[in-house]
C-alpha cells in the first residue's frame, strides 16, 4: 500500500516560487483565521503574497460566508504561484485533517522591510 505524501504540489510557477525563496526576509506577516480557512499576507519590499488555506472537512457555514471576505482580500491582478495539498493537519485549523494551500503573489502591492 501507498502512503499518500504529506505534502504535494498540484501546481507550482517555479520561476515565483524560486524568487519568493530566495527573498531576504519579509518585512510584515499577517494572519487572518476563521475556523477552518487561515490567510496569511506576507509583504517585502519585493510584492506581498498572500496564502490561503483552508480544510473544507471542518469548515462552518460561517467559515463558507467568510471565505469570500478573505478571498477579497487578495488582489485582482495578482498571481497563483503555487497549490499544495497537505494531509497533514494545520496547527491553526482545529480539527484539521488536512488542508490544501493557495499561493499568490503581487509585485505591485509592496511592503516595508
Not at 31 to 47: M, P, S, Y
Not at 56 to 64: A, S
Not at 78 to 96: D, M, W
Amino acid at each position: 500500500m501507498l502512503v499518500p505524501p504529506e505534502f504535494r504540489t498540484l501546481f507550482a510557477n517555479e520561476e515565483l516560487v524560486t524568487a519568493l525563496t530566495r527573498e531576504p526576509g519579509w518585512g510584515h506577516v499577517q494572519t487572518l483565521a476563521a475556523i477552518g480557512i487561515v490567510l496569511i499576507i506576507n509583504k517585502c519590499r519585493n510584492g506581498t503574497e498572500w496564502v490561503f488555506m483552508y480544510d473544507p472537512e471542518v469548515m462552518t457555514d460561517q467559515d463558507v460566508e467568510d471565505m469570500h471576505e478573505f478571498v477579497d482580500r487578495i488582489p485582482r491582478g495578482a498571481e497563483l504561484v503555487q497549490v499544495v495539498e497537505s494531509s497533514r493537519p494545520h496547527p491553526k485549523i482545529p480539527g484539521s485533517t488536512g488542508f490544501l494551500e493557495f499561493s499568490y503573489f503581487d509585485s505591485t502591492v509592496i511592503g516595508t522591510r
